[in-house]
C-alpha cells in the first residue's frame, strides 16, 4: 500500500543550527514527491517538489530536499533555521497514474528556540 | 492569476446540521480534489473531480457527505447531519489536465467547527 512516514511528530532546533526532517515512503515506482509548510490555522504552502532529474531540489525560503531512491526517502533540509520557521511540515508522495492524488504523512511540528 | 479559493474560512455550526463549502479552482484547471485535515494529522484525500465527472471517492468519504462539480468549474462539499468527527479543515486543490507532473495547488482551506 502507498503510504509516507515521518517519524518525527516533534522537532525542537535553536535558532541558526541546522535542520533535517525525515520522510520516508512506500510506493511501487518512483512517485512525485512535494514538501509542504502550514502555520496554525493556515493552508498549505508548497516548499519544493520533485519530479525527475537531479535528486537535490532546491525550494524556497532557503530549504532542500534530497530523493534517495535506494532509502525510499525524500528528507527535507535546512542549514540554518530562522525563529519564523517554527511550523508544522508535510510530507507528501503524488501518484504518478489515475487520479494523481496525494498522500500525506502526519507531519513533523518544529519549534525553534531563540 | 488568481489561486484557488474557498468559502467560507470559517464555519461554526450545530451537531444535526447541514453545511455546505464551496471551491473555485484556477480557471481552466480540469481536476479538483478535495482533502480532509483532522487536528494533528496530515490532509487525508476524499475525492476527484475530472471536469465535472466524480471519478473517485474515498472511503472516508460517508453517506452523509456529497460533492459535485455540476458545470466543471467550482465544486460545493455538503455534508449532512453533521457530527462533531466532522470538525477539520477541508481543503481543495486543482491542476490542470494533462500537465506532465499533475501539481496540485491549494486553497486556503475551510475549517469546520461542529458543537
Known amino acids: 500500500a502507498q503510504s509516507v512516514t515521518q517519524p518525527d511528530i516533534h522537532i525542537t532546533v535553536s535558532e541558526g543550527a541546522s535542520l533535517e526532517l525525515r520522510c520516508n515512503y512506500s510506493y511501487g515506482a518512483t512517485p512525485y514527491l512535494f514538501w509542504y509548510v502550514q502555520s496554525p490555522g493556515q493552508g498549505l504552502q508548497l516548499l519544493l517538489k520533485y519530479f525527475s532529474g537531479d535528486t537535490l531540489v532546491q525550494g524556497i525560503k532557503g530549504f532542500e530536499a534530497e530523493f534517495k531512491r535506494s532509502q525510499s526517502s525524500f528528507n527535507l533540509r535546512k542549514p540554518s533555521v530562522h525563529w519564523s520557521d517554527a511550523a508544522e511540515y508535510f510530507c507528501a508522495v503524488g501518484a504518478t497514474s489515475g487520479t494523481y492524488k496525494y498522500i500525506f504523512g502526519t507531519g513533523t511540528r518544529l519549534k525553534v528556540l531563540a | 492569476d488568481t489561486g484557488v479559493s474557498q468559502n467560507p474560512r470559517h464555519k461554526i455550526t450545530k451537531r444535526g446540521q447541514n453545511v455546505t463549502f464551496r471551491c473555485d479552482p484556477i480557471s481552466e484547471h480540469n481536476r479538483l480534489y478535495w482533502y480532509r485535515q483532522t487536528l494533528g494529522q496530515g490532509p487525508e484525500f476524499l475525492t476527484y473531480f475530472q471536469n465535472e465527472a466524480q471519478l473517485e471517492k474515498s472511503r472516508l468519504l460517508s453517506d452523509r457527505f456529497s460533492a459535485e462539480r455540476p458545470k466543471g468549474s467550482f465544486s460545493t462539499l455538503e455534508i449532512q447531519r453533521t457530527e462533531q468527527g466532522d470538525s477539520a479543515m477541508y481543503l481543495c486543490?486543482?491542476?490542470?489536465?494533462?500537465?506532465?507532473?499533475?501539481?496540485?495547488?491549494f486553497g486556503p482551506g475551510t475549517r469546520l467547527t461542529v458543537l
Open positions: 486543490a486543482s491542476s490542470p489536465l494533462g500537465s506532465r507532473n499533475n501539481e496540485q495547488f
